[in-house]
C-alpha cells in the first residue's frame, strides 16, 4: 500500500516562499510517478507539477511555471515542491500524489494515491 505524507505548508505573504516534502513509502523501484495538485476553495482539483521517475523529468502547470520547482531524492523517498513567489491565488489545499507510470511518462489520470493534503494561505 502506498503512503504519502506531506509536509511545509503554512501562512506567507505574498512573494514568500514555501518548501513542501512528500515522505512516499509502500512501493519500490522506479516505475512510479510523483505529482502535486491543489484545490482553491470552490475549484476543481488542479494539477501542479510531476516528476518523472528515474529520469527526474518534470512539468509544471502554466499557472506556477517558473515559480514552482519539484524535485526529488530518491534515497529518502521524498519529493519536494518549492514555491516561490506566492501569490494570493496561490492560496489552496495541496495534495501529494503519486500513480504509476504509464510506459515512462506520468499523464495526469494515472495518480491513484493521495497523501492528506497541506493547507497554503498567500496573503495580500
Known amino acids: 500500500q502506498v503512503q504519502l505524507v506531506e509536509s511545509g505548508g503554512g501562512s506567507v505573504q505574498a512573494g514568500g516562499s514555501l518548501r513542501l516534502s512528500c515522505a512516499a513509502s509502500?512501493?519500490?523501484?522506479?516505475?512510479?510517478?510523483m505529482g502535486w495538485f491543489r484545490r482553491a476553495p470552490g475549484k476543481e482539483r488542479e494539477g501542479v507539477a510531476r516528476?518523472?521517475?528515474?529520469?527526474?523529468?518534470?512539468v509544471d502547470a502554466d499557472s506556477v511555471k517558473g515559480r514552482f520547482t519539484i524535485s526529488q531524492d530518491n534515497a529518502k523517498n521524498t519529493v519536494y515542491l518549492e514555491m516561490n513567489s506566492l501569490r494570493p491565488e496561490d492560496t489552496a489545499m495541496y495534495s501529494c500524489?503519486?500513480?504509476?507510470?504509464?510506459?515512462?511518462?506520468?499523464?495526469?489520470?494515472?495518480?491513484?494515491?493521495w497523501g492528506q493534503g497541506t493547507q497554503v494561505t498567500v496573503s495580500s
Open positions: 509502500g512501493y519500490t523501484g522506479n516505475n512510479y510517478c
Open positions: 516528476i518523472r521517475p528515474g529520469s527526474g523529468s518534470t
Open positions: 500524489a503519486a500513480g504509476r507510470s504509464r510506459f515512462g511518462v506520468c499523464p495526469w489520470e494515472i495518480f491513484n494515491y
